[in-house]
């Protein structure tokens, strides 16, 4: 199975701070890779697929890059609505899995 | 819209059985690949299954092989999981989730449903 690995685990940022959360996969997965934010009690919304490609209706302040084994998504200027937790996910092949999430706190 | 409602979730004996439903409307769900993810209380996220937009093809998780099956119904446009032989590790919120490709699956998810908890306790 490919492990994901995301760092950090959490991290406190202000609003307007750029922010920048990095995934590695345990081999290549190409551009396999999507983001997906999460707000408590809600369920998973998609950012990123294919590493880099925005989904409809995301703000253009999330961007991501990346190929191979290492990845990053990037958040521009953080706003208020930003504070979430975010997942990486390789989609190369079966089982799909998850990073363990960054979590992403007002400081 | 893309609309997923789960249901079938509640409490449930370790060692017993229970079927979760998700029925979908807003798009064309006999085109689709179809996904299990769940969420154990205050942890990540878990893919459980995946199964083709036709139903030949079904995918799992080591964790639930040969305890779940993943099944669809593409005239009444609903997923369903059943779950046999559950574990207190299988409680979770379990989402079911739409593949963002028509016809071959891309593997990664669009539109989710709100979630059904699962509990599994004696």
């Known amino acids: 199975d490919i492990q994901m690995t995301q760092s950090p685990s959490s991290l406190s940022a202000s609003v307007g701070d750029r922010v920048t959360i990095t995934c590695r996969a345990s081999?290549?997965?190409?551009?396999?890779l999507d983001w997906y934010q999460q707000k408590p009690g809600k369920a998973p919304n998609l950012l990123i697929y294919?590493?880099?490609s925005l989904q409809s209706g995301v703000p253009s302040r999330f961007s991501g890059s990346g190929s191979g084994t290492d990845f990053t998504l990037t958040i521009s200027s953080l706003q208020p609505e930003d504070f979430a937790t975010y997942y990486c996910q390789q989609s190369y092949n079966t089982p799909l899995t998850f990073g363990g999430g960054t979590k992403v706190e007002i400081k | 819209q893309v609309q997923l409602v789960e249901s079938g979730g509640g409490v449930v004996q370790p060692g017993k059985s229970l079927r979760l439903s998700c029925a979908a409307s807003?798009?064309?769900?006999?085109?689709?690949?179809m996904h299990w993810v769940r969420q154990a209380p205050g942890k990540g996220l878990e893919w459980v299954a995946l199964?083709?937009?036709?139903?030949?093809?079904?995918y799992y998780a080591d964790s639930v092989k040969g305890r779940f099956t993943v099944s669809r119904d593409n005239s009444e446009n609903t997923l369903y999981l059943q779950m046999n032989s559950l574990r207190a590790e299988d409680t979770a919120v379990y989402y079911c989730?739409?593949?963002?490709?028509?016809?071959?699956?891309?593997?990664?998810?669009?539109?989710w449903g709100q979630g059904t908890l699962v509990t599994v306790s004696s």
């Open positions: 807003g798009f064309t769900f006999s085109s689709y690949g």
């Open positions: 081999q290549s997965i190409s551009s396999y």
């Open positions: 294919a590493a880099s």
């Open positions: 989730a739409k593949d963002t490709h028509l016809s071959v699956a891309a593997k990664n998810f669009d539109y």
């Open positions: 199964i083709s937009y036709d139903g030949s093809n079904k």
